[in-house]
């Protein structure tokens, strides 16, 4: 049995055989079972303990007390899923227990870390099953940002399958159900993830699964029942009525109308000579009202036991969740099967792990509508702020249908709602076999072998909507005007990725003196991953209402691809300690790639860490300061390309147009051109550099703790398709591009303010702050353009941040006055886009405080971020329909735009003169004023806000029931919580449209432009039990 | 080493399949997307054929001559890489396996590709240009060497012996043009030296009167047919570019509406063509750029009438014609001029399915002047104007404007502030669109450096107002 100082039970401690690889786990109440030789020394160690070896003897039974909580001997994941005691690392890292993974029952376990982590920038993007964005230590490269996920030591994909800017089925790691997850390690740094390689360049997230314990069969439950209602909403003007130009309109879709009177008006189509009637009034909550309750379930029941040489770990876990969106538009339901056993026979160890998960999930089409159809976010921003959106639920109604709905420039919301789809399945099984064999007690060897096979079927399908000749929305409306018919589509996609993934690893420990220790390993690894994919699409069809690929006036549209990828490895380590103090570890990897020019594909890269614990060298540990460490690391990372960037190609010589295309085949040719982008047979791979300082320092026998960590990573060579001039006869250069640099600050303060007997409190705190500098561009590049919406663009320029925000902007007069046209008196725009500022955040902060008494648990987690910007398209929406709350600047009379001067001529020098602005604005005008056609250089002020946000991540209240309850239902443990997730968001003044973590523009750098017209994000409520037997 | 050589596409064909007759249809593509898509859309509202509707808002920075570096990018986009780049390939590989035949379309299209991008922005990267990475950073080259570097090559190509017998059928059908006609080719060949000679009448009047009286001591036939990418169809993808872009793809079908510019000059005439181009005999119009007015005839003007099978006319028979007729006139006492302006004004009736005989006969409204040379030119620069708003061929209709200045510049806007007709406008002359951001009169006259090109090539010239003519223009 293992217990603490106290006397307490220990649970889940870990009971190793010194020398062997045989171990077991002890029980929730420190009880364990082992076979093992006498005489053998049993190595115990348990999270938040000082590690203990005690030598049997002859002893049948036990006993081992455990020192609580020092970090000396804390022992976390490191590259290739090599456990080490914390002392030995040079590096930062950050660890979460299970418990701290599902307190608030997230059905993505990386959504639970938001705000808890230095350095970790972790933001969900959307409603059910969406992706959820993980960037550590700044954007390093121009393309995937995306940390490499390991579970039980093998990479997992990450892929958004099916995902596009306007329809997110959310990322890889979603399949994995958290309550599967023992613990994750986050090694930020590229020293402590270097040794895996090319993928880990953005750093690693180490997932390590629940096994199965030896003892009696344990049944553990952890089920919860939760409800979302949709989160901060677009704040709109309350005083002006439908219409446009100062006038009432009755088929506008704006609010530029007259102020609203609450007098009851005919409005929208006039059908069958009747006219609906309604206060001209404003309608509070109106989009609100849209939204609906979303529920979600996630349960998981998980199965456990074995004996001293075997054990398993089966589990089943559901999650199904419809979110705030009427309908089942956005929905999620994941079934998740997961098998891990751990078997010894003597020196020999296997351990493996199969994972099946399915998934159904709904997606909404956000972002911009096309002709096929429209984007339900789109229509919503575009009816006026005193029509109520609710009313048109009943979408064929004659009022409201397609032919008569009341504005022929925006489609009914409902219509998409209930007639368009984006649906997905999937099926993925990833799962390894680990041998381990000890020939001695010093030397052994593991090979392990892992595989991720995912196959998704996407389909989605756009109705046919066409207003009738003659109709309301088909020229019948006072303004003449026609909606253009949505012509409806279908598309398909299945979608293969299988990666297969091998090492062989063989360590050797030694102590060479009594003093000096060395933990050596060297081993090789084997990588292959194939894609395939088919995508099939219509669009026209023929006859309403029927989803095949058949059923067009045109033939599809069909793609289809293919992609292979290797690469092998050869890596070592070495571990040197001193006297249990001092720890050198030296490392190298060299990668050999299939996706790099052949004569030049091996990437060869070093790293180095020390570690230092002073404390002990300095004989500190029963002072004030229990532990101080100061550590140091110097690591490189090579990462290889994608596949097919190194030879020229042809390509089908299909033209994009401005909008639609020019497609072959083409009245029976078809033809191919020279790719427009250029493959690069010098490319070369990219090396992220970083060093880091960092110190741990405890006091108060570990009742404070900080940990300190300077970093600076420089990547080199990133490699994109680089945009060239068009006058070259190709678009993109696919090159090494330049250095990006990322410094930063990382700090993390843990605390046990309070530590009674029966109440304790507990915080931990985090803060960073990253500076990210594109350092440099390759010759002949001014610049890179990461995004663009409209004219806002993200863009690196050498010099300054890889993430800055441009949009154009008025000329100014050297002494700093506007310069506006002498015809329309809006600005004139400067020849070059202006500066609105960095998409990045300046600097981020979280809190996690948790009470306990007794049973009683309450904890919650603030996440604070401060500065960055983005575009938001929803801004541009309601600043062009006259929804938004700016719009209603001096009331909607005339004005002239303050400091502002007209160009009169030149001078005797040819030099500009001006004189005061005249021209007012009028209400006609006023309108345009607010949108880019008539004011580019001045409405993007509006369009670009700032992302500042502070938010109640998540909140809970659990109780653990007394055992005496717990019993009479044979239960060993029951506990039961109530929990909120992203409740209370404050948002600077300026913002008042969204969330400004929503984004439908993907999870990586693309996505730091913005938004375009995206979802909603939401807040959840609910309930969890916690129950094992 | 062997395990990984696995890194060449296999989604793609290999630059090795590259044939001239794989690789020309996308060429011709290019060229079509880009004088039929955005620069189509810019050419039919600044040659006022058109004008942005009031009621919505897609073309209003066209509309007031607002049009900045990072605007309408694509055409430039296409016609380099889609289009030149390959006609550059198909060149180097016909002269590889000395195939004239195809050697002769390449020359052409690349020829008349380059030429509207040199009418649009002056100058171009052209010695430097369509390397790769060989010359990430292609110099420009002023407009008049470029000219003269086209018709060196169209002199080569022309020299060259055609043999129609070794053109397959595959070969024939990626024809797109002309079907493998080798003698159509020719003279669409001929023709772009002689509208090449003609642009410089002003800059460089000797060169371009010996250039035309050589082309005629020589001998050479002129375009009797269209020159023109037909085959479209109503299926997306597959359609007139403008028509895809303007209405098939775009949520507002109706932004194009008749310009006052281009309809009072029809109705003024009674010209039937109106019909064809705006579906009915007597269309409303917007006048020029007044998408803010508030005539309450507006909400009902005619939108433009597109057609999915539209053809993109690169060159038409009647440009040819008027051509050959302005070019009988300037530089042979007008000697035939008059039968070739006929046969220009009948040809463009009948492409719009109707017969201008009665128009050109003695007393018609089209009947050719008998007057002096301006007179002349300024009844075949107007017909030709005409001509042009037919097969998305707009663009050409203004340069021509900016060539010939004709049809004339009025000095009043058509409208007055009460929303009637200006009396003092005449119908068919161009105006200042009401909302231009430019100065008083002002026209535009070419477009600034698209950002695609300047943001990434250091050797572009510093931008040219709008306002300030291409070399060869008025």
Redesign the interface.
């Known amino acids: 049995r293992v217990t603490d100082a106290q006397g307490k039970a220990v649970p889940y401690a870990s009971v190793v055989i010194k020398g062997s690889s045989t171990g077991v786990s002890a029980d929730e109440n420190g009880n364990f079972t082992i076979q093992a030789p006498p005489n053998s020394v049993l190595v115990i160690s348990a999270a938040g303990f000082q590690g203990n070896e005690v030598n049997i003897g002859d002893r049948t039974t036990v006993n081992s007390t455990l020192n609580a909580q020092s970090a000396l001997t804390e022992v976390v994941v490191t590259a290739l899923g090599q456990t080490r005691s914390k002392t030995k690392v040079g590096y930062a890292t950050s660890t979460f227990n299970s418990e701290a993974i599902t307190r608030a029952a997230p059905a993505n376990a990386l959504d639970a870390l938001s705000g808890k982590i230095a350095g970790a920038n972790i933001s969900k993007t959307g409603g059910p099953g969406s992706s959820t964005k993980v960037v550590l230590r700044g954007y390093g490269v121009i393309g995937n940002n995306q940390p490499l996920y390991v579970v039980d030591g093998i990479p997992l994909n990450d892929s958004r399958f099916g995902s596009s800017d306007n329809v997110d089925f959310g990322n890889g790691l979603n399949d994995i159900n958290p309550a599967d997850i023992e613990s994750i390690s986050v090694l930020k740094g590229t020293a402590a993830s270097s040794l895996y390689g090319s993928n880990a360049k953005n750093g690693a997230i180490m997932i390590t699964t629940k096994r199965g314990r030896s003892g009696k069969l344990k049944v553990e439950y952890n089920g919860s029942v939760n409800f979302s209602k949709v989160g901060k909403l677009p704040e709109m003007q309350s005083i002006f009525g439908q219409g446009w130009g100062g006038i009432f309109v009755l088929p506008e879709n704006g609010s530029w109308g007259p102020k609203m009177d609450g007098k009851t008006r005919a409005w929208g189509s006039i059908v069958d000579n009747s006219q609906l009637i309604k206060p001209f009034s404003f309608i509070d909550n109106n989009i609100r009202d849209f939204y609906n309750t979303g529920v979600e379930t996630n349960n998981t029941i998980g199965l456990s036991g074995g004996n001293e040489t075997s054990q398993f770990y089966f589990s089943y876990g559901n999650v199904v969740s419809d979110g705030v969106i009427p309908t089942k538009t956005d929905y999620y339901q994941r079934n998740t099967f997961a098998l891990r056993t751990n078997s010894k026979f003597k020196d020999f160890a296997l351990n493996s792990s199969f994972n099946y998960s399915n998934k159904k999930q709904n997606a909404p089409f956000t972002g911009q509508?096309?002709?096929d159809g429209g984007s339900i976010f789109e229509e919503i921003l575009q009816i006026p702020v005193d029509i109520p959106i609710t009313d048109f639920r009943d979408y064929k109604n004659k009022f409201f249908n397609v032919d008569n709905y009341f504005t022929p420039?925006a489609e009914n919301p409902y219509y998409p709602l209930y007639e368009n789809k984006n649906q997905q399945n999937s099926d993925r099984f990833f799962g390894d076999v680990d041998m381990n064999y000890a020939f001695t007690s010093k030397l052994s060897a593991q090979l392990r072998l892992g595989g991720d096979i995912t196959n998704a079927r996407t389909f989605g399908y756009k109705a046919v909507n066409a207003p009738s000749i003659g109709s309301w929305n088909k020229g019948g409306n006072?303004?003449?005007?026609?909606?253009?018919a949505d012509?409806g589509s279908v598309s398909e996609l299945a979608q293969y990725v299988g990666a297969i993934n091998g090492d062989f690893i063989v360590k050797y420990n030694t102590g060479i003196t009594d003093d000096i220790s060395l933990e050596a390993l060297a081993g090789a690894n084997y990588y292959q991953q194939d894609q395939k994919s088919s995508a099939a699409s219509i669009?026209?069809l023929f006859i309403p209402g029927v989803y095949n690929l058949s059923n067009s006036?045109?033939p599809p549209?069909a793609t289809?691809?293919?992609?292979?990828?290797?690469r092998?490895g050869g890596y070592a380590q070495a571990i040197l300690g001193y006297s249990n103090q001092v720890f050198l570890t030296l490392n190298a990897r060299n990668d050999?790639?299939?996706?790099l020019p052949?004569d030049n594909?091996s990437i060869f890269y070093p790293g180095a860490s020390l570690s230092w614990v002073v404390s002990q060298t300095l004989g500190l540990n029963n002072s004030t300061i229990s532990l101080l460490k100061l550590r140091g690391s110097y690591g490189k990372t090579g990462s290889d390309a994608d596949?097919?960037l190194?030879?020229?190609?042809?390509?089908?010589?299909?033209?994009?147009?401005?909008?639609?295309?020019?497609?072959?085949p083409?009245?029976?040719?078809?033809?191919?051109?020279?790719?427009?982008t250029?493959g690069?047979l010098s490319l070369q791979p990219v090396i992220t550099t970083e060093a880091e300082v960092g110190a741990e320092v405890r006091f108060f026998r570990n009742r404070l703790g900080l940990d300190v960590a300077l970093y600076d990573k420089k990547t080199k060579g990133q490699i994109i398709t680089?945009?060239?001039?068009?006058?070259?006869?190709?678009?993109g250069?696919v090159n090494n591009l330049g250095l990006v640099q990322n410094r930063g600050i990382e700090l993390a303060l843990d605390a046990k303010p309070l530590d009674m007997k029966d109440f304790t409190w507990s915080l931990t705190y985090t803060f960073s702050k990253n500076w990210n500098k594109l350092k440099s561009l390759t010759t002949?590049?001014?610049?890179v353009?990461l995004n663009t919406a409209y004219?806002a663009s993200l863009i690196g320029y050498p010099g300054k941040s890889l993430t800055g925000i441009y949009a154009?902007v008025p000329q100014y007069t050297s002494d700093g006055k506007i310069i506006v046209?002498?015809?329309?008196g809006m600005p004139?725009?400067a020849?070059d886009k202006g500066f609105y500022g960095n998409a990045e955040y300046d600097y981020m902060m979280g809190m996690l405080n948790t009470f306990s008494y007794k049973g009683l648990q309450l904890s919650f987690s603030l996440d604070y971020r401060k500065g960055g910007h983005m575009y938001s398209g929803t801004a541009d929406l309601l600043n062009f329909t006259g929804n938004a709350y700016n719009t209603t600047y001096n009331d909607r009379r005339p004005f002239i735009i303050p400091n502002s001067v007209v160009q009169t001529g030149t001078d005797a020098n040819g030099k500009p003169t001006y004189e005061e602005n005249t021209i007012v604005i009028d209400e006609?005008?006023y309108t345009?004023y607010w949108?880019p056609?008539?004011n580019?250089a001045g409405s993007y002020y509006d369009r670009i806000i700032e992302k500042s946000f502070f938010k109640l991540r998540d909140i809970s209240l659990g109780y653990t029931l007394p055992s005496s309850w717990a019993s009479r239902i044979r239960a060993t443990t029951l506990s039961v919580s109530v929990y909120g997730r992203n409740f209370l968001l404050w948002t600077p003044q300026s913002n008042f449209y969204l969330d400004p973590e929503a984004s439908n523009l993907g999870n990586d750098l693309a996505s730091e432009l913005g938004e375009f017209r995206t979802a909603p994000t939401s807040y959840q409520f609910g309930v969890a039990l916690r129950a094992s037997f | 080493k062997k395990q990984l050589d696995i890194n060449q596409n296999p989604n793609v064909p290999a630059v090795a399949n590259g044939t001239p007759s794989v690789v020309f249809p996308a060429a011709v593509f290019g060229t079509a997307a880009g004088v039929g898509g955005e620069f189509g859309i810019i050419g039919a509202i600044w040659g006022q054929y058109v004008t942005q509707s009031a009621f919505s808002n897609q073309y209003k920075t066209i509309d007031a001559y607002q049009l900045g570096t990072a605007d309408y990018n694509r055409g430039y986009r296409n016609m380099f890489a889609n289009g030149l780049k390959n006609y550059q390939f198909v060149l180097d590989k016909s002269k590889e396996t000395q195939n004239w035949n195809f050697y002769l379309m390449a020359a052409t299209m690349k020829a008349y590709t380059t030429q509207v991008l040199v009418d649009l922005y002056d100058q171009i990267p052209y010695t430097e240009a369509l390397q790769g990475t060989a010359n990430l950073t292609p110099k420009f080259d002023d407009g008049y060497s470029i000219y003269q570097d086209l018709l060196k090559l169209l002199d080569t190509a022309l020299a060259k012996p055609l043999n129609p017998g070794i053109l397959t059928p595959a070969d024939k059908s990626a024809d797109l043009v002309f079907k493998g006609n080798l003698d159509n080719w020719t003279r669409f060949a001929n023709s772009m030296k002689m509208k090449l000679f003609l642009r410089m009448i002003n800059a460089k009047p000797q060169e371009a009167q010996a250039g035309i009286e050589k082309l005629y001591a020589d001998g050479a036939k002129f375009l009797n047919t269209d020159a023109a990418l037909t085959g479209f169809t109503n299926v997306k993808d597959k359609d007139n570019p403008m028509y895809e872009q303007n209405i098939r793809s775009l949520n507002t079908p109706d932004n194009l509406r008749a310009s006052y510019t281009f309809t009072s000059f029809l109705i003024a005439n009674n010209d039937p063509r109106a019909k064809y181009f705006f579906g009915t005999p007597a269309p409303t119009a917007i006048h020029q750029g007044d998408y803010t007015g508030t005539n309450s005839s507006y909400k009902t003007a005619t939108v433009l009438v597109q057609r999915p099978d539209d053809p993109v006319v690169f060159m038409s028979a009647a440009e040819s014609y008027f051509m050959q007729a302005e070019s009988r006139e300037r530089y042979f006492g007008g000697d035939g001029a008059k039968a070739l302006y006929d046969q220009g004004v009948l040809a463009a009736f009948a492409e719009t399915g109707n017969d201008g005989s009665a128009f050109i006969a003695p007393g018609g409204a089209y009947e050719y002047p008998s007057g002096s040379l301006e007179e002349k030119i300024m009844a075949i620069s107007t017909q030709k104007w005409v001509a042009c708003a037919y097969g998305v061929h707009y663009l050409e209709g203004f340069f021509e404007k900016n060539r010939t200045g004709y049809p004339k510049t009025s000095a009043v806007y058509s409208e007055l502030d009460n929303n009637t007709v200006n009396p003092a406008y005449v119908p068919g002359e161009f105006v200042t669109s009401k909302n231009s951001v430019l100065g008083p009169g002002q026209l535009p006259k070419r477009l600034v450096f698209p950002l695609l090109e300047t943001q990434a090539n250091p050797n572009a010239p510093a931008l040219v107002p709008i306002t300030t003519p291409v070399w060869w223009a008025l």
């Open positions: 509508g096309g002709s420039y006072t303004e003449g005007a026609s909606r253009a012509v669009t026209d006036l045109n549209t289809d691809f293919a992609q292979h990828r290797k092998v050999w790639s299939s996706t052949i594909n596949p097919y190194v030879y020229p190609t042809l390509a089908i010589g299909n033209v994009g147009l401005g909008f639609g295309n020019l497609t072959f083409f009245g029976g040719v078809t033809s191919f051109g020279i790719s427009n250029i690069n680089v945009p060239i001039a068009p006058s070259t006869g190709y678009t250069l002949g590049l001014d610049n353009i004219d154009p046209s002498s015809t329309t004139i725009e020849a006609g005008a345009d949108y056609t008539q580019k």
